[in-house]
Structure formats: structure tokens, C-alpha cells
């Protein structure tokens, strides 16, 4: 398959909203990254991942070779502002998880369009799910508080509610956009605390930002989709 070819495939079935909201997503973060003097490796991280979020909402395999871009710039500022939660959970689960997506996802193709079957999960896989969030939560709080994390609170929620979420997105589960839509507003008061104490992250709170939205939006699409696949 051609490159052209597999692009086109990627951008079937898009509608209104996401050919407008992509573009000037990332137009507002590469314009605000250079006023604000962001770092260039937060301006390809942000670009990177409101590509994969945008491209996984729409079902779209294309969404993890951005995934795997940004997972590594993400890890490097992680690192940088000693947010050592969020640099284990990208390095050591994203990281493969993007390759392992990839290989689930594309044995649950629609043949017409090209994207994902959309799945849920039964009640008591939720319930049970939710139970293991809270736990592991509570254990990685104790730990990130041990070794001196600049905000042990929301980066071991937020840690461990995206490792939850990452799953669910492979098993290609409506209820990964309820986890995400936590993770992303959680992220955005982490980034920002994190730049008012100095860091050039700008970019990366706007990326936040964008994922916060994102995740009500497609959250709304899959549920529309599942629900009229029950009619």
C-alpha cells in the first residue's frame, strides 16, 4: 500500500467537527509554543498526542505510530520536572502498549471504513476495573510520596487511571473516554502547577487541554455509534 493510499484511509470518514478541530488544534499549539517560548520537544509532544487522541477517537490504527512519537518526547519532560510516575507509566506500559495496539487493533477492522469495532464492557468487568484503580492508586500515592514526586497526589491517579485507560483502549471499550476524561482534567491542574514553577510547558497544558475536550466528544460518538448499533 502506498503512503498516499494508507492516508486517505486514515482521513475516511471524518466529520465536520474533526476536520476543523484537528487543524487548528494543532495550529493553536505550534502558534502559542513559539509566543509563550516553549521547548520543542513539549511543542512535538503536544502535536503527537492531540494526533493520537484525535485518530484513536476516530477508530483509526494510524493513531499509535503518533503514540510512539509522543510517548518519548513526553517520557523526556516527565523526567525533566520530576514527575517520575508519569515517566515509569510511559516508558515502561505506553511504549509497548503502542505496539501491541497496533497488532490488536488491526484484527478488528471494519472493512468499509477501516476503523475499530467499538466494544463496552459488562458491569462486572466495570465494577471490577474500578476496585483495581482505586487499590493500585492508593500504592502508587504511598510510593511517589516516598520518593519526593512534585505532586503524588494527582500523578499516581492520574498514573494509574491512564495505565486503565490504555487498556480499555486497546480492548477497544467505549468506557476508556470516562477514564480519560479524568486522567485529561487532572493532567491540565499538573502542568499547570508545574508551570507556574517554572517549566516551558505551555504547549503540553494546551495539549491537556485538547485531550479534556476530546475525550467528552468522543465519548458521545462511540456512544451514538453503539447505541445505534443496538437499534
Sequence with gaps: MSVLKFIRRELKGWGKVERVVFPLGILAIIILSFIMNDSKVALISAVCGVSYSIFAG???????????????????????????????????????MQVTGIFKWKQHLKKDSQEIEK??????????????????????????????????????????????????????????????FVV??????????????GSNCFATILMWAIYFVLSIYFLYTWKKELNGRLK
Design 184 to 197: 485529561n482534567g487532572l493532567s491540565v491542574v499538573m502542568w499547570i502547577k508545574a508551570y507556574a514553577l
Design 58 to 96: 476516530k477508530g483509526k490504527i494510524s493513531c499509535y505510530f503518533f503514540g510512539l512519537c509522543g510517548t518519548l518526547c513526553y517520557s523526556y519532560i516527565s523526567l525533566k520536572n520530576h514527575l517520575f510516575g508519569n515517566l515509569c507509566l510511559y516508558m515502561l506500559f505506553y511504549l509497548p
Design 119 to 180: 466494544t463496552e464492557l459488562s458491569k462486572r468487568d466495570g465494577v471490577v476495573y474500578l476496585v483495581l484503580s482505586v487499590l493500585l492508586t492508593f500504592v502508587a500515592y504511598l510510593i511517589l510520596y516516598k520518593i519526593h514526586d512534585q505532586s503524588p497526589i494527582i500523578d499516581s491517579i492520574t498514573t494509574v487511571f491512564s495505565v486503565i485507560g490504555m487498556i480499555l483502549t486497546v480492548k477497544r471499550c467505549i468506557e476508556q473516554w470516562y477514564v480519560w
